[in-house]
């Protein structure tokens, strides 16, 4: 499974923004699409899942109510748009595909390469 998700960029603290990653490859295989982020100096975090399937969605705390993930299946895309930006989500966005929608990162076993997003205020 190959994931391709080119968006990120420079916004303003309180702009919005929507992050698009689409699957490619054996994609059958993978149940949940999400996304981690890492900001600089801080380990990998969970950011928000959902089953491709099923449609069920999990997020972190630090972004409910801001941040909604979405899927097409049609276009093997998951979305993941961002409200309410704030300086402290500036980070690396890597989206992910697994077996589970788990907020471990080690149990997603594709990664895309990873988007910047930086937030200024």
């Known amino acids: 499974v190959q994931l391709q998700a080119p968006g990120g960029g420079l916004v303003q603290a309180g702009d919005p923004l929507r992050l698009s990653c689409t699957a490619s490859?054996?994609?059958?295989?993978?149940?949940?699409r999400g996304w981690f982020r890492q900001a600089p100096g801080k380990e990998r975090e969970f950011v928000a899942a959902?089953?491709?399937?099923?449609?069920?969605?999990r997020y972190a705390d630090s972004v409910k109510g801001r941040f909604t993930i979405a899927r097409d299946n049609a276009k093997n895309t998951v979305y993941l748009q961002m409200n309410s930006l704030d300086p402290g989500d500036t980070a690396v966005y890597y989206c992910?595909?697994?077996?589970?929608?788990?907020?471990?990162?080690?149990?997603?076993?594709?990664w895309g390469q990873g988007t910047q997003v930086t937030v200024s205020s």
């Open positions: 959902i089953g491709w399937s099923s449609g069920i969605t």
């Open positions: 992910v595909a697994g077996g589970a929608i788990t907020v471990v990162p080690g149990t997603y076993k594709y």
């Open positions: 490859g054996r994609t059958f295989s993978t149940y949940a």
